[in-house]
């Protein structure tokens, strides 16, 4: 069925940076479009961005532009998220999943990492 | 913009409940409904409006088109009670629906 594993969370100071990484397996990873969706605590879901199977093309969340940067590694089987300028409302459970071929939804998750931004 | 209704539900084993998502703009059906437990990822549960994924028991349904969407599980099963979300698939952004916690009465 396929898996993937984020990892790259922690606490970091506001106005910081981080890198969250994604990594899948079990699936032909360089065939599908991946997305960032994350959940603030006891929050609903939130999509963050999507990039296309061969990474040419990138979509974000309007109020994320400038500061996120979502970017893959095929040959490592990897997705990342850059996250520059932290502030306190992206502390959030971030998700990643794989696009169904045929409608886009997302059929595998990974498990989540967490993300704390706070002084 | 994604509405779903009621926000909060609460029903017995056994029951038949549903769960609206209203669109503010025409989507077809590029809608597809998920499932989050406590603790958890969450679970693709139908796609494409009505099409019920993979190992999904048949007690849940999906309907509608255009803006006016349903979910329903009939015969609620203890396992059931989670929250659950629709997502429009339709244009970028992808935006979900606010959830609808479902818990037992």
């Known amino acids: 069925q396929g898996q993937l594993v984020e990892s790259g969370g922690g606490v970091v100071q506001p106005g910081g940076s981080l890198t969250l990484s994604c990594e899948g397996s079990?699936?032909?990873?360089?065939?599908?479009?991946i997305h960032w969706v994350r959940q603030p605590p006891g929050k609903g879901l939130e999509w963050v961005a999507v990039i296309s199977y061969d990474g040419k093309y990138k979509f974000y969340e309007d109020s994320l532009k400038g500061r996120f940067t979502i970017s893959r590694d095929n040959s490592r089987n990897t997705l990342y998220l850059q996250m520059d300028s932290l502030r306190s409302e992206d502390t959030a459970v971030y998700y990643c999943?794989?696009?169904?071929?045929?409608?886009?939804?997302?059929?595998?998750w990974g498990q989540g990492t967490m993300v704390t931004v706070s002084s | 913009q994604l509405t779903q209704s009621p926000s909060f539900l609460s029903a017995s084993v056994g029951d038949k409940v549903t769960i609206a998502c209203r669109a503010s703009?025409?989507?077809?059906?590029?809608l597809a409904w998920y499932q989050q437990r406590p603790g958890e990822a969450p679970k693709l549960l139908i796609h494409?409006?009505?099409i019920l994924q993979s190992g999904v028991p048949s007690r849940f349904n999906g309907s509608g088109s255009g803006t006016e969407f349903t979910l329903t599980i009939t015969g609620l099963q203890p396992e059931d009670f989670a929250t659950y979300y629709c997502q429009q698939l339709n244009s970028y952004p992808l935006i979900f629906g606010g959830g609808t916690k479902l818990d037992i009465k």
């Open positions: 079990g699936f032909i990873f360089r065939g599908y479009g």
């Open positions: 999943a794989k696009g169904d071929s045929s409608s886009d939804a997302y059929d595998i």
């Open positions: 703009q025409g989507i077809t059906t590029f």
């Open positions: 494409s409006a009505s």
